[in-house]
């Protein structure tokens, strides 16, 4: 069983692209596609139609997908991005960061 680097409502910061060093939660990751939404980054304007829903219609601006590659986890005592170590608690695996040595999960 392998584990994640990046799961849902970790925190994150951007460590290349037009956005980095920006830190956001993540809100959904898609391991198959190797991407994540970030909340309040990567924003693109996107137009919609109107509908009963949406009877205005418009330009909203929303998240866009960002590789895995480019983020990593951040590390709040430390002010930074940290890498990920996998360690076992018992039977469990839990993820700890390696510049403060604290567990996410």
């Known amino acids: 069983m392998s584990i994640a680097r990046i799961k849902k409502n970790d925190t994150v910061v951007v460590i290349a692209g037009a956005d980095k060093g920006k830190t956001g939660k993540v809100l959904s990751v898609s391991p198959k596609k190797g991407t994540a ?3 309040g980054l990567h924003l693109v304007k996107k137009t919609i139609r109107r509908t009963e829903q949406t009877p205005q219609g418009g330009i909203v ?10 983020l990593m986890p951040y590390d709040a005592d430390a002010k930074r991005g940290s890498r990920i170590s996998c ?5 469990t695996k839990v993820r700890t960061l390696k510049t403060s040595g604290k567990a996410l999960d």
């Open 61 to 70: 601006e929303r998240e866009a997908p960002i590789q895995l590659s480019n």
């Open 87 to 91: 360690t076992t608690s018992g039977e």
């Open 37 to 39: 939404l970030v909340e």
